[in-house]
């Protein structure tokens, strides 16, 4: 049992209401990023934080809202970490490519994020819990793509749009492929044919695909080829 | 309650456990199709089929070795398709991506399965249940990527495996993003920020993502750049 939570067992001014907050948060991510964030529930974070499940329902509705929030920050976080280096890189495909590889192989919890969240974040909270988590995902979208063709205005704005939601998809699938559960670890050993299906580590599959793609998307519009 | 199921309460005899065991997969195969595999329960299938739930875990672990034994039977039946279209295409990048992409988008039972082995099939069975499971995934795999190499030689053989394994990828997100929960298709409605977000048919997203894929790979390898 965490001393922090212990310090006070129920928030009551709100000063401690927020820290007891943003300790669930805390908890949570520190939980998700160690584990797999599958294997953590509600129990676990109330056990970290060191107080009882129920005190966590007074803050959050549900286990999904926890990780919906914190998919908010993550893809925040992951904008800003883009707008600020994309300029550095301008009109250079390749750099761009890994700049926007790495804003998602630097992000493990944001890549699983990705995944669980329409798969079951989004199906277990209200709709009030989750129209703030739309409206950030929409900005942090809107301004990656707004950085990503200053850098490369030959993208367009579909484009732009395009190369950031399939680059995350391949990070979100490039994690799972990377962490499987022990049970394929095992087999990953046993069997040799599963051992020709593990893919090279997640950052260098992420960087070398969007640089892939963004060739792609130039060599589509090349005259060369 | 279904007739068929409701024709023998206890399959006792070879056929009928057969008959049965193929029932049920039909069963949870229609309804997930129908639904999304999420929204499939073990007591909804053991309804379809006109039978207790216990009589499905006679046949079955569990709900995930259902699912887990249909996205073999997917990983099959991709493959096979592959393999026979494949050859009509070959030398032709444009048309190899066409026909690659359309193997994902006609098979959307297979694209959610994709995102559900990593995240909770693998993870809700033993080792027994799993490994003719990852067999049957490895030798999919390995067909397809010969048969993709044999039609554009220029992929190589790591270009073959990583072309197959990112399109999956991007046609498994591609079809969340597609099929999202209801409080998402209300708030779609609701927010213009949202409407931004929605992508094409996922036929269309899928096959465009091989082609830029395809003259990425051949566009890296190409001295015109």
Redesign the interface.
């Known amino acids: 049992m965490n001393t922090k939570g212990a310090a006070f067992l129920r928030a009551r001014r709100p000063e401690h209401k927020r820290q007891r907050y943003d300790a669930i948060l805390a908890a949570a991510r520190e939980l998700a990023t160690a584990e797999s964030v599958?294997e953590v529930s509600l129990a676990d974070i109330a056990e970290r934080v060191g107080v009882h499940k129920s005190a966590l329902l007074r803050y959050f509705e549900t286990r999904e809202e926890i990780f919906l929030r914190l998919a908010e920050a993550e893809w925040r976080d992951w904008a800003d970490a883009l707008v600020a280096a994309l300029p550095e890189v301008a009109g250079e495909p390749e750099r761009v490519a890994d700049v926007l590889g790495a804003s998602f192989a630097d992000r493990p919890l944001f890549c699983q994020l990705?995944?669980?969240t329409?798969?079951?974040l989004?199906?277990n909270?209200?709709?009030d819990v989750?129209?703030p988590f739309?409206?950030a995902?929409?900005?942090a979208?809107?301004d990656v793509a707004a950085a990503l063709q200053a850098a490369l205005p030959a993208l367009g704005p579909s484009g732009a749009v395009?190369l950031a939601?399939?680059t995350?998809?391949?990070a979100?699938?490039?994690w799972?492929?990377a962490n499987?559960?022990p049970?394929?670890v095992?087999?990953q050993e046993?069997?040799a044919?599963?051992q020709?299906?593990t893919?090279p580590d997640l950052p260098d599959v992420v960087t070398?695909?969007a640089?892939?793609?963004?060739?792609?998307?130039?060599?589509?519009s090349?005259t060369?080829?």
């Open positions: 599958n990705l995944l669980h329409p798969l079951t989004e199906r909270v209200s709709i989750v129209r739309k409206l995902l929409a900005k979208m809107e395009e939601a399939v995350g998809m391949v979100a699938g490039a799972q492929v499987p559960p049970v394929i095992v087999l046993e069997l044919e599963c020709a299906l893919l070398r695909f640089r892939v793609y963004v060739a792609g998307l130039s060599g589509l090349d060369c080829r």
